[in-house]
């Protein structure tokens, strides 16, 4: 019987791709620059987190201070706002008292407002133009603070003593801020007005002013620029007064407008 041969063994040829290295190689080079690219990417999203982290750890009071700074402030604010009103609440009957001791004529307000422009003129109407310069804001929108802030409404718009009443009076301790109800340009800063004593006119607008009468002192000058919430004079009893409040008129050209038509809420402020 003859032995069949031994088959001999059978060795697999190589394929070439053994590994990751060995891929890389057998699939050419643009396979290398798309993985060189890849890696190159993910070292710099690597540096930038940790450049963003180091940064975040090395100044966090310089990032996250600003911001509880402003809350801890409102918060004093308001809690001030509210003992300053509940020791006004106490004297009611005194602030009540403290108005105007007479009515106020209008006529040289008015004559301010018309050298300035804001009543506009008869050209101005019929579109033909006007002699003056528009003003820098046409329609401001934004919102109207109390000029004061806290007191007693001592004096209501309307009628008042068979005449009316162009405005708000608003009682307080002598003394304490008068603030820009908006941001604006001081139109007029002086005492030369009869009966309104010390007294601030500012512009908001192409049409809209607010006026604060019976300062003590006045902190602007004509053609100033004033932020919302600035202070522009003290509080005080100039002019025909009975005691410190502040006279708060709010126009639309020559119109008197009442003025809690306009300005914010607040719960601090009650009619005396």
């Known amino acids: 019987m003859m032995r069949s041969p031994r088959a001999a063994p059978v060795t697999p040829a190589k394929s070439g791709v053994q590994g990751y290295g060995d891929e890389r190689h057998s699939l050419g080079p643009g396979f290398r620059r798309d993985d060189d690219k890849k890696q190159r990417r993910n070292a710099a999203l690597f540096l930038f987190a940790a450049a963003a982290t180091l940064l975040l750890c090395a100044a966090p009071a310089e990032i996250f201070a600003a911001p509880r700074k402003k809350a801890r402030k409102a918060a004093e604010s308001g809690a001030g706002e509210a003992a300053e009103f509940a020791r006004y609440a106490k004297r009611v009957k005194e602030l009540s008292r403290s108005h105007q001791r007479v009515q106020l004529d209008e006529k040289p307000v008015l004559e301010i407002l018309q050298l300035n422009g804001v009543l506009g003129s008869a050209a101005e109407r019929t579109g033909t133009g006007t002699g003056f310069r528009p003003f820098q804001v046409r329609v401001y929108s934004g919102l109207y603070r109390w000029p004061l802030r806290a007191g007693i409404v001592s004096s209501e718009f309307g009628r008042r003593w068979g005449r009316r ?108």
């Open 165 to 272: 009443h162009e405005g708000l009076d608003l009682a307080a301790d002598a003394g304490v801020p008068v603030l820009a109800a908006a941001a604006g340009t001081v139109l007029y800063a002086g005492g030369g007005l009869r009966g309104y004593g010390n007294v601030v006119i500012l512009r908001h607008d192409q049409k809209t002013t607010t006026l604060y009468a019976h300062n003590q002192a006045l902190l602007v000058q004509p053609g100033q620029h004033v932020a919302a919430g600035e202070q522009i004079a003290t509080l005080g009893s100039t002019g025909h007064s009975t005691g410190p409040h502040v006279h708060f008129e709010y126009r639309v050209r020559n119109r008197a407008v009442d003025p809690r038509k306009k300005l914010i809420a607040n719960r601090y402020w009650r009619k005396a």
